[in-house]
Every structure is written in structure tokens, then in C-alpha cells.
Nanobody
Framework: QVRLVDSGVDLVQAGGSLRLSCAAS????????MGWYRHAPGKQRDMVAL???????NYADSVKGRFTISRDNAKNTVYLSMNSLKSEDTAVYYC????????????????WGQGTQVTVSS
């Protein structure tokens, strides 16, 4: 079974910075794509940033140039550094991981963290 542990509640003023983290664990699994989605009130859940085990990254247009995703493969941990935060970044941020069975690599599974409320006050 895969377990994700991500950051808690965060509150910051507009223009400020935050860093989210999410650690994945699970015997017999490797963690390929890791990243973050967010769900703002009244909106659908959207991709924020993703990173592969080869460090290939993908960002939503709304966060390009402000957010940076990175990962520590030794710790199976993904980070999201958020700068120049805006009120529209307020949302619940969900860690997302695609886990692959090491012995049966044809089997892959998606996992979600419990969510971190990020509130940006103007």
C-alpha cells in the first residue's frame, strides 16, 4: 500500500512564498510521476505541476515563472516552491503520485494526498 504525507494548513499574504512537500512510501513500489493539483471553491480540480522520475516537468500556465516543482528521489519526496502568491492561488492543494509495482511494472496506480489548504490573503 502506498502512503502519502503532505504539508498542513498554510496561510500567507499576497506576494509571499510557501513551500509544500509530500513524501511517498510503500514497499515494492517506485514513484514515477509526482506532483500537485489544486481545487479552488467553485472550480474543478486542476493540475498545478508534475515532475517525472527523469525530472521532466509540466506546469499550468497560471503558475509558470512563479512555482517550481522538484523532487528528492532518495526520499521519494516532491516539493512545490510557490513565489509571488496571489489570492487566486487560494485552494486545497493535493499531492498526486503514480506508483508502479517494481516486480510487475505493467501495474500502475494513482494516489492522492489528504490535501493542504493554502490561503493567500490580499
Amino acid at each position: 500500500q502506498v502512503r502519502l504525507v503532505d504539508s498542513g494548513v498554510d496561510l500567507v499574504q499576497a506576494g509571499g512564498s510557501l513551500r509544500l512537500s509530500c513524501a511517498a512510501s510503500g514497499s515494492g513500489f517506485s514513484f514515477n510521476t509526482m506532483g500537485w493539483y489544486r481545487h479552488a471553491p467553485g472550480k474543478q480540480r486542476d493540475m498545478v505541476a508534475l515532475i517525472t522520475s527523469a525530472d521532466s516537468t509540466n506546469y499550468a500556465d497560471s503558475v509558470k515563472g512563479r512555482f517550481t516543482i522538484s523532487r528528492d528521489n532518495a526520499k521519494n519526496t516532491v516539493y512545490l516552491s510557490m513565489n509571488s502568491l496571489k489570492s487566486e492561488d487560494t485552494a486545497v492543494y493535493y499531492c498526486y503520485v503514480i506508483a508502479q509495482e517494481i516486480l510487475r511494472p505493467q501495474y500502475q496506480y494513482q494516489y492522492w494526498g489528504q490535501g493542504t489548504q493554502v490561503t493567500v490573503s490580499s
